[in-house]
């Protein structure tokens, strides 16, 4: 290295998605025309999730090796690739996939089983030293450049966020941070929250979005109720307006319950963007009588409270 002139951090890795659902084959989704580009969406979304930029790691090629999909990763820059691989390690890269995954393509769950390799080193072995990992793919060069069909479906990408960006006034023209509101989960914390914070058994909480998380919490518990939180939603919800609910409870009669409570909240979360805040569903469970519930969501129930 020559003073002046360092040489740029570069490396490579290869992540590996397979998911454990029988009926769902990602390899046979992504060669599907129709499905690729929200395969690709989903991938993208959740990369960009995991270095804060949308441009923190590049997709080089995505393999179809069934019944595994396999990403080939490029990273640019070392911070990009640690924060990467903090993600990867605590298991937030593969949240943020199964739920982009579950809303792009409009299923109840995509449970993933991940698997990341640099060369010959299988990196989930060494996860907890990070400076181990980081040399590893650094010492794995990238050997081509994105695919044609990477390119154009980088192209189209970005042009789905750019209308999505001005259709929503969001300032600025730099796409480091996607936080439109048309993405399933809105990050945590937004700052367009329309309140910042709200009152709940005399306790102020943050406004926060509506979280993965929360979303299958209120599915699994809210039971026969979901009909009425979802009455009490559409008030300020034109997309829950009448027949939408009592169509819902039709379409998803057979799957039960968990379904219809998941796909009624989807339609709020989905049309809403980041106004589907916490706030919002903690009103229309209190307005039920479902105080429990809102106090799991909100995390008041300690491990002592549950017996």
């Not at 979304?45 to 923190?56: E, M, P, R």
């Not at 595994?68 to 990467?84: A, P, S, T």
Request: glycine content about 4%; charged content about 25%.
């Amino acid at each position: 290295k020559m003073a002046g002139s360092p040489t740029p951090w570069i490396g490579s890795a290869y992540l590996f998605l397979q998911s454990t659902c029988k009926t769902i084959t990602l390899p046979t989704l992504y060669e599907s025309s129709q499905k690729k580009p929200f395969v690709f969406n989903a991938l993208k979304q959740a990369l960009a999730d995991s270095t804060g930029s949308i441009n923190g790691v590049d997709m080089l090629k995505v393999h179809c090796s069934h019944p595994h999909l396999i990403v080939q990763l490029r990273f640019c820059k070392r911070e990009n690739c640690r924060r990467f691989l903090r993600s990867y390690r605590e298991g937030a890269l593969q949240e943020s996939l199964q739920s982009y995954l579950q809303l792009s393509l409009a299923t109840t769950t995509v449970p993933l089983e991940v698997e990341l390799k640099a060369g010959s080193e299988h990196l989930d072995k060494m996860l907890k030293d990070e400076d181990h990992c980081l040399e590893c793919i650094y010492r794995e060069k990238p050997d081509r450049l994105p695919d044609e069909e990477i390119t154009e479906l980088e192209e189209s990408f970005k042009s789905l966020i750019l209308h999505q960006s001005t259709n929503n006034n969001v300032a600025g023209k730099d796409c480091s941070s996607l936080k439109s509101p048309s993405l399933p989960y809105p990050p945590q914390g937004s700052s367009l929250s329309p309140q910042v914070t709200f009152i709940f058994q005399g306790q102020q909480f943050d406004n926060r979005t509506i979280t993965p998380d929360d979303h299958q919490k209120f599915a699994k518990s809210v039971s026969k109720k979901w009909k009425q939180v979802g009455r009490s939603l559409q008030k300020s919800c034109r997309a829950l307006r009448d027949p939408v609910i009592d169509n819902l409870a039709l379409e998803y009669d057979r799957e039960g319950l968990y379904e219809q409570a998941y796909q009624m909240l989807l339609r709020f979360i989905q049309s809403e963007g980041k106004k589907a805040t916490i706030a919002r569903l903690i009103a229309a469970l209190e307005e039920n009588g479902l105080v429990s519930l809102a106090e799991e969501l909100l995390g008041l129930h300690s491990n002592e409270d549950c017996s």
